[in-house]
């Protein structure tokens, strides 16, 4: 009942919002909205150091002051998802549910900040989620929904998402225009610089970001569109890490690198103390070049090593078929540290005032378990975004994607044995790239209030062809303070 009651309120809210949209006035045409604060993008997106013209109607509830030391701001994401029943003549332990159901997860998140100096800021970020997934996140490997934490026991008791201290050392005198927010308060910058972020973060807020596909709250929701699935980066289950990141950037490249913690178990929410047996390093370089004349581009090559007490997915069959677990364990193995690395591309091109093409590769050596993120070990991501300048909606924003993910030989031979991850584990596997489509429209109602339908269809859901397929739609209401 409590699930039914959550569906008739979101439902009652956006239809609210919805009718006082139509019954006010036609809001003045500007240019789109910036992405919002959960996952905030790099500085320099652009080719110009011309900033952007004043917005006449703010898109936050409540004003942001552009200048001054102290920043606070907040924002609310409601994602209510469901699917109808599907195929599915078998089902373990980590499988998608056939059954319909419904779920809705709750997040908030409060960002305040101080300017120590002109070059020194602190950060800080309290934050709750509530609500769960469809199936308790379980059974995709590309999830529908971003938002959601993998362990519905941890509760909505309130957490420190982010605590940092950010200290930018200029190279040159020569400025540049910058976005401040959430993560970094400076109007402007040096355009040759060195950044330096040391303290609590996601690395998902700095590394593979993407102006398409990076953003939960106003663009796709599913796991392997808006990050690149094969990168298994460092966090606890919700998604943080502790560490540093240092930071070059000139005003066509940059290149950052960041040394952080690992969990101490796969999915865990405590991460290892311990900084010589478990750590990761994370590389990226950024090129931001165009190549269709006077339009914004970027590519970014990313390169990421982890270190850690995983399990060998090869190991884990061995010890299975030598009668030593009764099904395969990649768990059971005494302590150790391991190594699992891999690669990933992504790009984003600008095609004309209102859409941008995007994409991202990705690669992982797939022969140690996944620990932090989720299990892909390759993956192919492309889409497109718009915004609502072409209907004359200029904070209106929609796109499309898709993305085929995949998981290497002796991952199918673990799940196909009986195995299980901390996602996947259907008891028996036929095994198929999960292909997923996912499209969304997110509609401006007022000022910071912005409503969004999303529809996701998944083939071979776990990699499984015996399961599926299963259509997701989704609704979502983002509320930016």
């Not at 090559?301 to 395969?328: C, E, I, Q």
């Not at 932090?372 to 718009?386: I, L, N, R, S």
Request: glycine share 10%.
């Amino acid at each position: 009942m409590k699930t039914a009651r959550d569906l008739v309120l979101i439902l009652g809210i956006w239809q609210g919002l919805a009718l006082a949209q139509a019954g006010g006035q036609p809001a003045p045409q500007q240019p789109a909205v910036a992405d919002s604060s959960q996952a905030p993008q790099p500085h320099e997106q652009g080719q110009t150091d011309t900033p952007p013209a004043p917005d006449p109607e703010p898109t936050t509830l409540f004003p942001h002051r552009e200048t001054g030391r102290y920043w606070i701001s907040g924002q609310m994401n409601f994602i209510l998802q469901w699917h109808p029943s599907f195929r599915a003549p078998y089902s373990g332990p980590n499988s998608l549910r056939p059954g319909a159901e419904h779920a809705l997860s709750q997040l908030y998140t409060l960002y305040t900040g101080y300017q120590l100096t002109k070059t020194t800021e602190i950060l800080f970020a309290p934050e709750s989620t509530a609500g769960h997934g469809i199936s308790d996140a379980l059974g995709l490997a590309g999830f529908t929904n971003l938002d959601v934490v993998r362990n519905p026991d941890l509760g909505a008791k309130p957490y420190v998402s982010r605590a940092m201290i950010h200290q930018i050392i200029s190279l040159s005198g020569d400025r540049v225009p910058a976005a401040r927010g959430p993560l970094s308060l400076a109007t402007e910058l040096p355009a040759r610089r060195i950044e330096i972020r040391a303290g609590k973060f996601g690395l998902a807020d700095f590394f593979d970001l993407n102006a398409v596909g990076s953003d939960s709250h106003l663009q796709f929701m599913n796991w392997t569109v808006d990050n690149n699935g094969a990168y298994d980066y460092a966090a606890n289950t919700r998604g943080y890490t502790d560490g540093v990141i240092i930071e070059f950037q000139d005003r066509r490249w940059g290149v950052r690198y960041a040394e952080t913690l690992m969990p101490k178990v796969a999915n865990g929410i405590q991460l290892d103390a311990d900084a010589l047996r478990a750590h990761a390093e994370n590389f990226e370089f950024e090129f931001r070049r165009s190549i269709v004349p006077r339009r914004n581009g970027a590519l970014r090559l990313l390169g990421f090593v982890n270190h850690a007490n995983m399990g060998s997915y090869r190991s884990a069959v061995d010890n299975f078929l030598a009668g030593k677990t009764p099904v395969p364990d990649i768990a059971a193995h005494p302590l150790q540290t391991t190594i699992k690395y891999g690669f990933g591309v992504n790009f984003e091109q600008q095609l004309n005032d209102w859409l941008t093409a995007y994409g991202r590769w990705g690669w992982n050596e797939g022969q140690h378990e996944t620990f932090a993120y989720t299990e892909v070990d390759q993956t192919v991501a492309f889409g497109a975004g718009m915004d609502g300048k072409l209907w004359r909606r200029r904070f209106d924003r929609a796109g499309v994607a898709v993305v085929t993910n995949g998981i290497s030989r002796d991952h199918q031979l673990y799940l196909a044995l009986g195995g299980k991850g901390f996602l996947l584990g259907d008891g028996r596997l036929t095994y198929g790239r999960e292909n997923i489509f996912e499209g969304y429209y997110t509609a401006h109602l007022w000022r910071g209030l912005f409503a969004s339908f999303d529809l996701q269809h998944v083939n071979n859901p776990g990699y499984n062809r015996d399961r599926g397929p299963v259509v997701v739609p989704g609704l979502r209401l983002h509320v930016e303070f």
